[in-house]
């Protein structure tokens, strides 16, 4: 007797399934996924669409910019240098202030005043990074939920990912990457922090602090602060009951700003009171930065500002690539860790530890 016998005898015996799939449907050919080969990104095409004001293509530039891959850097940087010769005609515009002070409630509220009256308007919005994830919210776009619907408008939320001063490491070159798109005003709304945000000064033209009232001995600490890099001082939020007490803050911060060194040659800093739910001094402010941009260009001030700011750019870009280079080693990573737990130990002190780190090339 043959197995086949023997098994259909047994109580065991399983019969034969059909010949399919699991759900009964006739045998398929399975898809195989194959991962798809990065396609090189031509410069002149991105050049050429930015150019005619392609938003999609400004932000891909942009992320290009921002990203950390080797290949997409360079790519950024070719696209920028191809770009170089269409920038430095907008009006670059810092925005800060401290949390609760409503900057995105001003710079919606400007932009869209800018927009319908036919500028284009960039905002590049950082948002501070979480030191222990690392992560952003990046929420402005969903803030200004009216103007990044505007024809005119781009908004560009970036996170600081571990830069101080309030701004990404790349937002001196994201601003030049408008400008080539053909963006008249960029509007760099910082993280507020308060005085550590000084970086921002040394990349724009015009420098805008938001301040609120009852400001009381906060006068006195802002004196020598930030108050002295701003060329015009918004007591914000003016409205309703606070109006007649944001005019009074105005007049005090005025008073103040006489014994102040200006923050541009040639220029009195200001302060007005400015309402961005009433729509009250939006068209003050952007008359104060016209007559700014004026003033500083008879007197080769704005020239002379845009110029220095390059060479410290320069100098800040140097610092930035040697200390990558000194990390990038991994030998030098691991001669940082040996030191720092003979600094623990007690076996070295900081500046021992400094010479011979410097020492072992």
Known sequence: ?????????????????????????????????????????????????IRQGSRLHLAKAITLLESTVADDKKAGQRLLQ????????????????????????????????????????????????????????LGDKTRMEELVKHPNAFIRPSPTAGTLGGVHKKTRET????????YDVVLIETVGVGQSETIVR??????????????????QGMKKGIMELADLLVVHKADGDNAKMAKKTAAEYMQILHFLQPASKGWTTKAMPV?????????????????????????????????????DWFHT???????????????????????????LDGKVTVSQAIENLFSHR
């Open 275 to 311: 309402s961005s739910i009433e729509n009250i001094g939006i068209h003050e402010v952007w008359d104060v930065i016209r007559m700014f941009r004026e003033t500083l260009i008879k007197t080769g001030t704005f020239d002379n500002r845009r110029q220095s700011q390059t060479k």
């Open 82 to 137: 191809e770009l170089l010769s269409y920038t430095g005609n907008s009006i670059r515009i810092g925005i800060t202030g401290v949390p609760g002070a409503g900057k995105s409630t001003f710079i919606e509220t400007f932009g869209k005043y800018l927009c319908e009256h036919g500028y284009k308007v960039a905002v590049l919005a950082i948002d501070p990074s979480s030191s222990i994830s690392g992560g952003s919210i």
């Open 202 to 219: 040394g990349m724009v033209d015009f420098f805008m602090l938001l301040v609120l009232t009852g400001a009381g001995d906060e006068l």
């Open 317 to 343: 870009m140097i610092s930035d690539r040697l200390i990558d280079e000194f990390y990038g080693k991994a030998e030098r990573k691991t001669q940082v860790k040996q030191f720092e737990h003979e600094i």
């Open 175 to 182: 601003m030049l990457l408008c400008e080539a798109a053909g």
């Open 1 to 49: 007797m043959d197995s086949q016998e023997n098994q259909q005898k047994s109580a065991m015996h399983v019969m034969g399934g059909l010949k399919s799939t699991h759900d009964g449907m006739g045998q398929t050919t399975r898809k195989q996924f194959r991962r798809q080969h990065k396609k090189e990104i031509s410069v002149d095409d991105f050049s050429r669409e």
